[in-house]
């Protein structure tokens, strides 16, 4: 044991005794370090909640034209099949004119590098406070871009859910997702 | 508060100072943990107190985080807590160190009482200390028998019926007692709901009690291994450093034990049949406690009368909160008490003995052993405490603290 | 004083064992085994654990649940993702289609292991009235652990090998299971295994009686505790640490207490 070291009925020298001092604070500092880490890492998702953290949706039924949501994670995933006047409107668009910048080609680019310029797959959570914006349903207001409109605070999404107008500061995230066969995706 | 040396405490940095200026909450600490005159002759035995904290600390951080993934339905209740031990990120740490934390919270405190009987730290002027510290014991079995009916294993749920049932021996209003703990007509969903609420609630008053047992303590400061009044300054150090660090070796060394059972035993202190869902319709072979209410469960059950039984159970914690009237010695430590002492420990052996028989089935020699085991409780507190403290005489004391520190050593 | 107590101490330990001594009872244990996983640098065998979950698929999960596992969790013990996303797509699941109608689709890994009856009732009724206990949690569910299995296992005796004695005493009839290791010796579930009961892929060890006992147990010992190496690995960091600590402290307070004593 370290206490060998130390003479018995002294002091010991000033440079041992802090030495010790300063050794024994460290270990203490890190035992409560490790003591913590599993209260933090007990707040982490569970591995049940992990497994089931990916999805399988079959687009088949959606016609062109129209979207439908998915509930993935706990939140509304946008599917929209979307039209060529939609995915043309979406391409012709300078970069420079959004808040946001990003290719539509980008947005709807799957996991293994395929572009489906027909499917838009997005995260349907208004990135200002997270409302969930209109325009998947027929009927729904869709903005002045013809994609979506938050009703809360007002942002306006175009066709590739972009943020055009209003107070969100980012476009609808796009999910890692993966094209399983022509009308089979897997999200997340 | 104990009579501290000299001047209120200065404080150099402006904050702190402005903060205890309109709080003393530094002041207090200083006094009370730092310069806190102290008996400079305590053996390892008066690091339990500090090790007791420490477990209830321990036991809330970790059940405040248990509850954060456990269901309180019938239904739910055994698979959330296998969710916690298989699914949740270091759930089966947790909750392994919940589960043993309460078999080593106990421990810590058997051994503080235990203490507190041998050395005498009971009598005058600690009376209310030690009755504050019998209200904790209370507190923690209540606390610990609702938490061991959460997980709804086989022996949660027919640990609960025998337990609650115990009050149908009350004459009269019984029955009707009865069916008010469980909210029903037997223990089920109402009964493990509150069970939950009140298994959170009461550490919290614990804590309170705990509380008020410390500010007890530090009105007349510790008693000591010789169980003399300090006499001044020779006979006493400052708690910081010289306790503090003794507490915290005595805390790790304690922890160690601890640590082994977690990490590598955490179920030998457990009942192998709680791994099995609650069945209302089978009772298992035996219903024992865990470990540390068996010698209580051992008194309920030598007693061949339903109401008798609960009685004596009750009134064997009970007699506790007497022990300071009951004791007649004019010296509190065992150490100069040539006679007693033995009885202290046959008194230590007979609740151990107790306690084996709360483990077995009441058949063969058990029952006569746990019934001479009873008698012997009952008579080491209400006629031996009394009776030999008039006709034993105690070893001459020596004249302080620091005179018997230093003959010691000198020997 | 210390001598005292010391002393204290020894008598009550003598006292202590005297009574644990009387406590001896006349069950029948079964013989103490050695396990992979026992111990504080235990782990799970693998490759036994593969082969009893082989043999849990192919005997045991007829009538036995095994309601607390995933098929995911079959990847802790060394099985591939591919290899398990087929084991659970072999069965069928209920679930509800879009349009919200019953339908069976194949399990996921996800899923909970399949049970073989819809519902405890069911179970019983198919049994005689008991239904089989579901396994997940059996080997720490039952005094003895896995050895208790074990014996249950392996300790059917037939009929016709008992002593008259023994037919006797616990008034066994030919349409009895009569087990060495099961309480009252009578149990309701019929010899599962016999040698050659499973047959394992070339290269392993013969499916005899024991192998394949042994290998179902180290199967349910990993389903009861899935966490146990972890436990284990941390176990032995945090006793080495504290033991370091104690070892400073302790050299903290001597040096306190130098001009104290």
């Keep these: 044991m370290a206490s060998s070291t130390i003479p018995s009925g002294a002091h010991g020298d000033p440079t041992r005794r802090d030495f010790l001092m300063v050794a024994t604070g460290a270990m203490a500092a890190v035992g409560a370090i490790a003591t913590a880490w599993p209260f933090i890492n007990n707040l982490n998702p569970a591995a049940d909640t992990l497994a089931l953290s990916s999805i399988e949706v079959n687009v088949k039924p959606i016609a062109v034209g129209q979207a439908i949501t998915v509930k993935w994670r706990g939140r509304p995933v946008f599917i929209r099949h979307r039209t060529p006047e939609d995915i043309k409107e979406a391409e012709s668009v300078k970069l420079s004119e959004l808040p946001d910048p990003e290719t539509d080609t980008a947005r709807v680019t799957d996991s293994a590098k395929k572009v489906r310029p027909e499917w838009l797959i997005v995260v349907g959570v208004c990135t200002h406070l997270g409302c969930v914006p209109l325009g998947t349903k027929q009927g729904d207001p869709r903005g002045e871009y013809n994609g979506w409109f938050c009703p809360c605070h007002g942002s306006q999404y175009d066709t590739s859910g972009r943020i055009r107008k209003g107070p969100a500061p980012a476009n609808l995230a796009v999910p890692s997702y993966l094209f399983t066969s022509d009308t089979l995706v897997k999200i997340g | ?411 | 004083m210390r001598k005292l107590l010391v002393s204290g101490v020894i008598a009550l330990a003598a006292l202590g064992a005297g009574a644990v001594a009387i406590a001896a009872e006349s069950v029948v244990h079964p013989p103490h085994r050695h396990w992979h996983f026992q111990g504080p640098f235990g782990t799970y065998d693998r490759a036994a654990a593969q082969r009893g979950f082989q043999v849990y698929k192919e005997v045991c999960a007829a009538c036995h649940s095994l309601s607390l596992l995933s098929y995911r969790n079959l990847m802790e013990i060394g099985l591939s993702e591919d290899q398990v996303k087929a084991i659970a797509a072999e069965v069928q699941v209920p679930d509800l289609s879009e349009d919200g109608s019953p339908i069976e689709r194949p399990g996921r890994l996800s899923d909970r292991f399949k049970k073989p009856f819809p519902n405890e009732l069911a179970a019983a009724a198919a049994n005689g009235g008991k239904a089989p206990p579901d396994l997940s949690l059996m080997v720490k569910a039952r005094e003895g652990g896995p050895d208790y299995l074990f014996g249950i296992l392996t300790g059917y005796v037939p009929f016709e090998k008992l002593t008259p004695e023994q037919i006797k005493e616990f008034s066994v009839t030919k349409d009895d299971n009569f087990n060495l290791y099961f309480p009252g010796h009578k149990i309701a579930m019929p010899a599962p295994l016999s040698d050659g009961k499973v047959t394992y892929i070339e290269g392993g060890p013969k499916a005899t009686l024991d192998q394949m006992a042994s290998d179902v147990t180290e199967f349910l010992a990993w389903a009861s505790e899935p966490h146990l190496e972890a436990r284990n690995r941390t176990g032995i960091r945090v006793v080495l640490f504290l033991l370091a600590f104690a070892g400073l402290m302790y050299a903290v307070k001597r040096q306190v207490w130098a001009d104290k004593h």
């Design chain 2, 1 to 411: 508060m104990a009579s501290s040396h000299g001047a209120p405490p200065v404080f150099n940095n402006k904050v702190i100072a402005w903060i205890d200026h309109r709080l003393p909450i530094f002041s207090y600490v200083e006094k009370e943990y730092h310069t806190f005159p102290t008996p400079r002759n305590f053996n390892y035995f008066w690091n339990f107190g500090a090790i007791a904290t420490v477990m209830l600390v321990l036991m809330i951080a970790t059940g405040v985080v248990l509850a954060t993934n456990y269901t309180p339905h019938v239904t739910m209740a055994f698979d959330s807590v296998e969710r916690i031990m298989r699914d949740v990120p270091s759930g089966w740490l947790i909750r392994y160190m919940h589960m043993t934390g309460a078999s080593f919270f106990f421990a810590a405190v058997y051994v503080h009482i235990f203490r507190g009987l041998y050395y005498g730290s009971y009598k005058a002027p600690r009376e209310l200390l030690w009755i504050l510290g019998v209200v904790i014991l209370l507190l923690m079995m209540a606390t610990a028998f609702m938490g061991y009916v959460l997980p709804w294993g086989q022996m949660s749920f027919w640990g609960a019926t025998v337990i609650t049932n115990l009050f149908s021996a009350i004459p009269v209003v019984g029955d009707s007692i009865v069916t008010w703990l469980w909210g029903g007509f037997a223990v089920d969903n109402p009964t493990l709901n509150r069970f939950f609420a009140l298994h959170y609630l009461l550490p919290f008053i614990i804590v309170a009690v705990v509380a008020l047992h410390v500010v007890a303590l530090h009105i007349h400061g510790s008693n000591n291994p010789l169980g003399i009044d300090p006499k001044g300054p020779q006979d006493t150090v400052p708690f910081h450093p010289y306790y503090t660090m003794k507490d915290g070796f005595g805390v790790i060394c304690f922890l160690i034990v601890y640590a082994i059972f977690v990490f590598f035993y955490p179920n030998a202190l457990g009942e192998p049949v709680n791994y099995v869902p609650a069945n209302p319709l089978v009772t298992p072979n035996e219903i024992v406690p865990e470990w540390y209410l068996l010698p209580f469960y051992a008194i309920l059950r030598a007693v061949p009368d339903k109401l008798g039984g609960v009685l004596c159970m009750f009134g064997a914690i009970a007699v506790l909160f007497v022990v300071p009237w009951l004791d007649t010695s004019r010296v509190r430590s065992c150490t100069f008490r040539p006679i007693y002492k033995w009885f202290v420990f046959l008194l230590v052996a007979d609740v151990i003995m107790l306690g084996i028989c709360g483990a077995h089935p009441p058949e063969g020699w058990y029952v006569p052993l746990s019934r001479i085991g009873t008698i012997y409780y009952f008579f080491h507190f209400i006629i031996l405490l009394p009776v030999l403290g008039k006709i034993e005489r105690p070893l001459p004391l020596p004249p302080s603290i620091a005179d018997a520190v230093l003959k010691k050593k000198v020997a």
